[in-house]
DNA sequence: ATGTCTTTGTGAACGCGTGCACAAAGATAG
DNA sequence: CTATCTTTGTGCACGCGTTCACAAAGACAT
């Protein structure tokens, strides 16, 4: 089953470390706080303390798009958000298909995070036909068998997928054959794409598992008292009953 | 306003790599579904395609865990399966309380994969009255009065908040006041919490951000030709308009 | 114009994560 | 019991990302 490459951006993005990449949204976020509030400046301190994260790290990222900043003043916030949106892409309009409308899909097509910063949803669609119509978020959700056909006709690059895990990879693959080349993922699964295909996936249970683990660990080392601990925490084990669910769909209708 | 710690574990987690507690989760899926076709081993070889990732990777992943393949065959997968799960902390049962059940709550509270691993909803909360009593999911909403209550009563230590973005850090200050030390955040913002709380947050628009960089990326790329490109993609700014709307609730009710 | 003070931009060191490549371990056949 | 073959477990090297610490740059006061 093909060892397709997964989630990690083919190019090497033309000297914009990665890291800094996914920590610009963080600042524009931030900026655009302090835009709204008509702050002319602020220091790389200040503007990190509010995107959460070092100085130094965020004068180190501004410093890959170029020298935006004042020395003895700091960044002139409206410059700097103008920097960062175009440099992110944000200055143009950027249609998305949301496939797979249940509870989830609904949600983000909600989202009002989508509308703004470029992001404009071209279509919902739905394999159930009794969604076919409906409108969800103001928009009529549409069949999946025109997915094609919507993908052509709206110049669609940027897909999100939230149907059951089992559906995902089909709709993926058509996605990809009709032109889509991002692709940001919600269903617990594997997507494998082409080269050249950028695919970001989202997954709560990933998450909450993680928690889980260092949750455990602090229970741990509490119950131990403080001292290097036996590889495993405490005792606590009940029994090895996984529950019989498996791969379960994302988010389902019902 | 503190330089809080965020959404790094304190803890150095005793020798298991972050980047490998990111990846047990998704060892453990790809494991549980050949459980469920009843094979007895797999390779590190098979594993790593169906996890999505190296096979060297998923090898020193799980020397940190201990030897648990046998060479020459592979490993045990009903064996793995819990000694992944116990790792994971798995083998107990989570409490877990949705605070703000808008509609992404509302999609969370509906997510088959919360029921299965070990992960229980506690308590569904919000703060509008009118939803008060209201099942979602099968479960009656509660008002966030009875927030300290609910954690307390059921021992809760995970919460997941998927308010508006205003709320949220309020809304963790109390949850972290009660008792709760892993919050996963859907909000768009960052939060702020005190040493040994862990918090892992889900922020689509910065993933669709994200893709939007290296899409623009492609672009611009494939107009050029193919040789180095001069900082900025081809022309094709627009204007420099961004929305206005700041810091969009996450997900809203209506 | 000169000096002081603030804040940026970055060189350098360090640590983590990744992947290669191979030796050790065990299964399996003869 | 010996030989062969498969697959694990890991030493090692490399590259990315983070952080420190400081020199350069500019604002601002005198």
Known sequence: MATGRTHRPATRSRGIPEAT??????????????????????????????AGVNSAKLRKDFSYLGSYGTR???????????????????????PVVIVGIGNL???LANYGGFASRG????ALIDADP??????????????ADELEKIIRDNGVSIGVISTPA??????????????????LNFAPTVLTVPDGVDVRK???????????????????EEAVGKGPLPQTAAGRDESADQGPDGDV???MPA
Chains 1, 2 share one sequence.
């Open 249 to 251: 769909p994302a988010v």
């Open 166 to 183: 089992g559906a995902a990879q089909q709709v993926c693959d058509r996605l990809v054959a009709a032109g889509v080349t991002s692709i």
């Open 21 to 50: 990449v996914a920590r610009l949204p963080l600042y524009l976020r931030a900026l655009t706080a302090l835009s709204e509030r008509s702050v002319p400046t602020v220091s790389s301190e200040e503007l990190a303390a509010a």
């Open 72 to 94: 003895g003043v700091g960044y002139d916030v409206e410059y700097l958000v103008y920097q960062i949106s175009r440099e992110l892409g944000l200055t143009q309009d950027w």
């Open 130 to 143: 009794a969604l076919t119509g409906k409108p969800v978020a103001g928009i009529p959700v549409q069949h």
């Open 202 to 220: 989202v997954d709560l249970s990933i998450e909450l598992q993680i928690l889980a683990f260092h949750e455990q660990r602090k229970a741990g």
């Open 105 to 107: 899909g609904a949600a």
């Open 119 to 122: 992001f404009r949803v071209a």
